[in-house]
């Protein structure tokens, strides 16, 4: 799990259950991004909740690789975007 600590203690980062958030204060969750099935049963992340794209299908043929993705993309763009707001 990546964290971004900024100047000002605000700490960002992409959600995953490795450690309980809490211990670092008040915690403010908010979706990045939505992953769905279509009717063809193909995976799909799409990043729009923070102004990324929509990847897939292919190659997410399951559920993890589109999950796999939607990670990959946040802590490449969206994570690494805010360490130089």
């Known amino acids: 799990m990546q964290l971004l600590i900024a100047p000002d203690g605000t700490v960002r980062g992409v959600y995953s259950q490795e450690i309980d958030l809490s211990v670092l204060g008040a915690v403010s969750t908010q979706r990045g991004s939505h992953v769905e099935v279509d009717d063809q049963n193909q995976w799909w992340a799409d ?33 690494t975007a805010a360490a130089h707001v």
């Open 47 to 79: 990043l729009s909740p923070v102004n990324g794209p929509r990847l897939g299908p292919f190659p997410f043929a399951c559920r993890q690789q589109a999950l796999d993705a939607e990670r990959q993309w946040l802590e490449t763009h969206w994570l």
